[in-house]
């Protein structure tokens, strides 16, 4: 299985910050890797696509980079409700993974 | 705007089989494929597996040969049954949808609908 590493695990931040997260594949994986954001009790959201793609109706604050085996999610100005936890996913190929995880928290 | 929302028991004794099943509102089966995640503090988010309005299934090696998935287009959902419970599969169940896009020469697969999650605990 293809394995994704994300960091950091966790971050601390303010609102108006902005925020990278790093997902490392252990394997070239194309652009097939998607962001999606979850909070507690919530609906989790896809983010993003493709790497870069924005979903429709996902502000564009948002930006996902990358190819290969490094990609960026960046939130260029955090606002109250992005403090989540953010997983990348790859759809490459064999089952579904996903990395373990950034927690993003207030400052 | 098409919701899911899974259903079934909260809790299950280990050895038994774990019956989950999803309703969708806003939208039909056809055309995608239907899936299922689980979230557990010790193993992160796991897939599953998915499986095609038509009811062709593909699933995680890792579960083996114990799911099952299936479809009902009458009713508009869609389940999942996990056998040989033990207290590793105590988690928040996911039901999604996959979207897939054929474009520039490849099929591109993203989760674009997600339940609210519904929690499971194996126990005696």
């Known amino acids: 299985d293809i394995q994704l590493t994300q960091s950091p695990s966790s971050l601390s931040a303010s609102v108006g910050d902005r925020v990278t997260i790093t997902c490392r594949a252990s394997q070239s994986i194309n652009t097939f890797l998607n962001w999606y954001r979850l909070k507690s009790g919530e609906t989790p959201n896809l983010l993003i696509y493709g790497a870069s793609t924005l979903q429709t109706g996902v502000p564009s604050r948002f930006r996902g980079s990358g190819s290969g085996t490094d990609f960026t999610l960046t939130i260029s100005s955090l606002q109250p409700e992005d403090f989540a936890t953010y997983y990348c996913q790859q759809s490459s190929s064999g089952p579904r993974t996903f990395g373990q995880g950034t927690r993003v928290e207030i400052k | 705007q098409v919701q899911l929302q899974e259903s079934g028991p909260g809790l299950v004794k280990p050895s038994e089989t774990l019956s989950l099943r999803c309703t969708v509102s806003g939208g039909s089966l056809n055309s995608y494929y239907w899936g299922w995640i689980r979230q557990s503090p010790g193993r992160g988010l796991e897939w599953i597996g998915y499986?095609?309005?038509?009811?062709?299934?593909t699933y995680n090696p890792s579960f083996k040969s114990r799911v099952t998935m299936s479809v009902d287009t009458s009713e508009n959902q869609f389940s999942l049954k996990l056998s040989s419970l033990t207290a590793a599969d105590t988690a928040l169940y996911f039901c999604v949808r996959h979207h897939y896009t054929y474009w520039n020469g490849y099929y591109w697969d993203y989760i674009d609908v997600w339940g609210k999650g519904t929690t499971v605990t194996v126990s005696s």
């Open positions: 499986i095609f309005y038509g009811g062709s299934a």
